[in-house]
Each structure stands twice: as structure tokens, then as C-alpha cells.
Nanobody, 116 residues
Framework: VQMVESGGGLVQGGGSLKLSCLARGSILSDFSGNAMDWYRQPPGKQRELIASISNRGNTNYADSVKGRFTISRLNAKRTFYLDMNNLKPEDTAVYYC????????WGQGTQVTVAS
């Protein structure tokens, strides 16, 4: 299974973006039965986990994005999403996604750049 991220771009501070993550090649039961994660890697820093959604739809967020980002999933499309609001320059990063255990192939990521 190959992860395919999309939806990044350049946005002004305070703006919004919605990222998508397609688990290409996954089967429905495998996708719907697993938790999914969003990560990001800021310039010069390590990749960090920022949001998770369980197979039942329970969510968890890093403190840095809590209240601004929302993770959701649409199992029928093998896709999950990250709604990002009130974006800040420190949100600038390459955003990645994967199954919670990291066993699917990582994608290229999608670049999010927030201008001050």
C-alpha cells in the first residue's frame, strides 16, 4: 500500500488548508480496521506525530495543533483528511500520513508553507 498525500500549498498566516491522504492499494477492511496518523517534518527538524484517528473515529492531537487541526476519515474512499485552520508560520513543514503502525509505504509528503 502506497500513501499519497495532497492538498498542500502556500497560505497566509491565519488561513486554512485541507490535506488528503489516500491509501492507494489498500483493501477496505484493512483500511477501516486501523488507526491512521498525520505527521509533519519542519525544515531541519525530525518528523513528528501531530494527529491520529482510531478505527472508531476517536482522535488525538499534539498540543501544538490542538483546537486548530481536525483529522477525519472516509473509509469508503480509503482516504483520511487533515483540516488545518488558523495556520501559523511554525506549521510550515512537509506533511506525511501512514497507518498507525507505519507498515504502509511512506509517500512523498505534501508541502505546507505559511507566510507571516
Amino acid at each position: 500500500v502506497q500513501m499519497v498525500e495532497s492538498g498542500g500549498g502556500l497560505v497566509q498566516g491565519g488561513g486554512s488548508l485541507k490535506l488528503s491522504c489516500l491509501a492507494r492499494g489498500s483493501i477496505l477492511s484493512d483500511f477501516s480496521g486501523n488507526a491512521m496518523d498525520w505527521y509533519r517534518q519542519p525544515p531541519g527538524k525530525q518528523r513528528e506525530l501531530i494527529a491520529s484517528i482510531s478505527n472508531r473515529g476517536n482522535t488525538n492531537y499534539a498540543d501544538s495543533v490542538k483546537g486548530r487541526f481536525t483529522i477525519s476519515r472516509l473509509n469508503a474512499k480509503r482516504t483520511f483528511y487533515l483540516d488545518m485552520n488558523n495556520l501559523k508560520p511554525e506549521d510550515t513543514a512537509v506533511y506525511y500520513c501512514n497507518r498507525h503502525d507505519g507498515n504502509w509505504s511512506w509517500g512523498q509528503g505534501t508541502q505546507v508553507t505559511v507566510a507571516s
